[in-house]
């Protein structure tokens, strides 16, 4: 077995080595919470497009046209607010992330309701 970090500590008197594999590390709370913050913060950076929403809501573009996107009564609420919907130039939509998720959040119950009945009231 290869060998990576070694830790020593003097416990009641007594000398205690532990030998941890290769790869692996012991760390602290802090730094676990740190390491969570920061992939939290990254997956909310930048815009959401179609490949990241099929992904992260295990749906398919078509879905999301007809149960959200062209939904009127949510089109009032999303264009401008956190979704940039296709135009001249831009294909599909783009969402911004931690307003495109409070969204999902707060309509998830009518958008599934709407899904079952087959989408677009």
Known sequence: MLLGTKIEANVNGMALMIQ???????????????HDTALARADMAGWWTMPELVKRYHQNPTWFADNVFQVPRFMK?????????????????????????????????????????????
């Open 20 to 34: 941890l594999p290769t790869g692996l590390h012991v760390v602290d709370d802090e730094y676990v919470a740190e």
């Open 77 to 121: 609420v999303l264009r401008g607010q956190c979704v940039m919907y296709p135009r001249e130039g831009v294909k599909g939509y783009t969402c911004e992330p931690e307003a495109f998720g409070e969204f999902m959040k707060k309509w998830f119950p009518e958008i599934a309701q709407n899904a079952v009945k087959g989408g677009k009231s």
